[in-house]
Nanobody, 117 residues
Framework: QVQLVESGGGSVQPGGSLRLSCAGS????????MGWYRQAPGKQRELVATISSEEYAQYGDSVKGRFTISRDNTQNMTMVYLQMNSLQVEDTAVYFC?????????WGQGTQVTVSS
């Protein structure tokens, strides 16, 4: 069974940092575009960042300069990371790992990030 498993969410004060991880296994995620999306209560899911198989990264406007996406491909697994710095209350959301290759796409189950004082 294809798996994308997120970890690293939690609660942090404004200005703090968190690092999210996503482990992709069972298929060759190394060729996939990987990314992070988030969904806050009452809002639509939005793009946070994506990284191509060639490690070209793109970011949503609200996180540019604060978040960094990276990936690490091994023989049996692809890891995708999201380093989040200078976190703001507005970054509170469920963060989802995403993988896409042409018409194929997969989602993780999500991990909660809460930023509050």
């Amino acid at each position: 069974q294809v798996q994308l498993v997120e970890s690293g969410g939690g609660s942090v004060q404004p200005g703090g940092s968190l690092r999210l991880s996503c482990a992709g296994s069972k298929i060759k995620f190394s060729i996939y575009m990987m990314g992070w999306y988030r969904q806050a209560p009452g809002k639509q899911r939005e793009l946070v960042a994506t990284i191509s198989s060639e490690e070209y990264a793109q970011y949503g406007d609200s996180v540019k300069g604060r978040f960094t996406i990276s990936r690490d491909n091994t023989q049996n697994m692809t890891m995708v990371y999201l380093q989040m710095n200078s976190l703001q209350v507005e970054d509170t959301a469920v963060y989802f790992c995403h993988a896409r290759y042409w018409s194929l796409e997969y989602w993780g189950q999500g991990t909660q990030v809460t930023v509050s004082s």
